[in-house]
């Protein structure tokens, strides 16, 4: 493998089977007989188109469920998305829109999206275009790579140690980038989503204890009332049996006096 045509130069290799994989990455040789050939490899580029297109794709399908569950009805707002007007889905939609845009420098010759092929439509989600992503593939692949995977971290400047180290910033492509802002809204601690939830649960919590202490005071109350109106009646009660006494005296009086005056 890799000698010249004389037969000298080169790297033994030996295979149980006439299928040789390894010798080359990603590349699979079938032997067939004996004798001289040569193998020409070409980049493959259709399953990083793929890969990219799947993530355009995956894209999409957030903006068009956040488009759907913030939708605004001005004739009828009971038919207003479930999160019309929620400001942790406005700052998702900022932080998407930031981040198409975002312009990566010092990262090569290719320094945005757009710069690949992907472009923003007016209704925020994105198309691929696989003439321009391929033309890029074709031109500078190591660019390409470079502007996907690019994640070196901050170093922190320390003076004191010899030599000083002055420091240096983050330098992130689309990957690393793309990661830190799902993780800024989905982290299971820090998450905006997450707090967000974790705000709605209490006070859940809250309302579910102040039912509860609304139905013990309205019970004490219908008690009381229960046992007021009870204490009315028997006081009612009471009145008309003086009543009644008072006008069974006042009748008895009133006989009384007639027969004296007869």
Known sequence: ?????????????????NTITG?????????????NSS?????DNSQVTTAVQSF??????????VATDTTFNSTDQTKNGVLFGNPIV???????????????SGLGQYQSLASIGIS???????TLSSDTLNTALATAPDDVRTLFSTNVKAVAPDLTATPPVL????IKGIGATLTDLISQFTDAQTGSIFQA???????????KSRQTELATLLLQKRNNLIETFANLETNIASLQQQGSAISSMSTSASNSSSKSSG
Do not use: R, W
């Open 23 to 35: 010798l080359v990455p990603s590349l699979t040789l079938n032997l067939t007989g004996v004798g």
């Open 56 to 65: 355009v794709d995956s894209y999409n399908k957030v903006i068009n469920e």
């Open 1 to 17: 493998y890799g000698g010249s045509a004389s037969g000298t130069g080169g790297l033994v290799s030996t295979s149980a089977t």
């Open 39 to 43: 193998v020409a490899v070409t980049q």
């Open 197 to 207: 939830t974790d705000a709605i649960t209490t006070q859940e919590t809250q309302l």
């Open 90 to 104: 406005q700052q998702v939609q900022q932080a998407l829109g930031a981040f198409i845009t975002k312009s990566y």
């Open 167 to 170: 420091g240096s910033s983050a």
């Open 120 to 126: 923003v439509q007016q209704d925020g989600t994105l």
